[in-house]
């Protein structure tokens, strides 16, 4: 299949990624938080596609996305009190709301939940495809199945170049991690995956709710379990102090050098002179603009796909506000390789 690079700023490209979709194809497209892979989420068919191009597991469903929040019914079967408080709060957003799953929305898209995850994205080009388009959008991140989500278009045609019918480009992406997702059919509504709108910024709104450990033998949220957001290298996390960690990974460069290895380091920007025997150095941002962090995590994991190293020891960060999410992604990059100094 050859893929089609349209541009955001060409209102022509925005008229024909809405037709296509229309048509049943699978269109990548810009949103604040990742590039996600849409398709018709009413049209089960459309919806295989996007299993088809990612080689997403079966059982892994897909937030559906809406051009506007008084769209909602046409998916959700409820909208309970709590979730109206969050839409008018945080939508449009990089918030995914579990809601009760409406008969519009074919098992493809759920994976047979009774749920549906919905948002409502902050992005011009975004919206204005999900208008012209005029149905709900189904889209995961519109990276292949266990690679970091792309921030830019390059990241899509790098992954699934040849494998869908367009890639919307919009510039690279605002916030950089996924959407939060939380689940608004429990009470207290639980956090299923941290992301773009902090727990702390939930919580100022509808007060205390419970989180996932994401680790149970069935997770609430089927993504959570898979690894994810992994370079072409094996990533190891170290978590803790700054000084402790700087420390425990320059010891394991020392190691690593020993046994003819290359490793490389993934850190902060104040970091990056903290390294000699590192092979190479990607740094992440500066340790006090976590935005910033977010918004170049996924960039620097794909940075390693095209430098000389074998492993990579990566710095860990604060887990509050946006450092919750910041470090699940390391985390899940990591596998079970976290060192806690
Ligand atoms: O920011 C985002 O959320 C991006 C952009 C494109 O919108 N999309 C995204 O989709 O990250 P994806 O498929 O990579 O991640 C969706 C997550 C998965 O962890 C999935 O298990 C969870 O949302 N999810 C979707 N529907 C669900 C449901 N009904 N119940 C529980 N978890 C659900
Ligand atoms: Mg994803």
Redesign the pocket.
Known sequence: MKTALLSADVPGDVARAASLLRAGQAVAFP???????GADATRAEAVRGIFAAKE?PAD????V?LADAGEVERVAAAVPAVARRLMAAFWPG?L?L?LP?GPAVPDE???G?D???V?V?DHPAARALLAAAGVPVA?????RSGRP?PTRAAHVVDDLGGRIAAVLDGGPTG?G???T?L?VTLDPPML??P??VTREQIEAVIGPIAESSGQAER??????KYAHYAPAVPLVLVSGGRDAVVAEINRSLAAERKIGNRPAVLCALEDAAAFPAAEAVVTYGRRAAPAEIAARLYDALRAFDRLPADTVFAAGLPETGLGAAIMNRLRRAAGDREVRV
């Open positions: 949103t604040e938080t990742v590039y996600g892979l997403r892994n469903p897909l937030i996305h990089p995914t579990v799953r898209v759920t994976c939940l749920t549906v995850g948002r994205p889209a995961p991140s519109a990276n989500s916030v991690l996924e959407s997702v689940d299923l995956r992301g773009g997770p609430r949220s089927p993504g959570q």
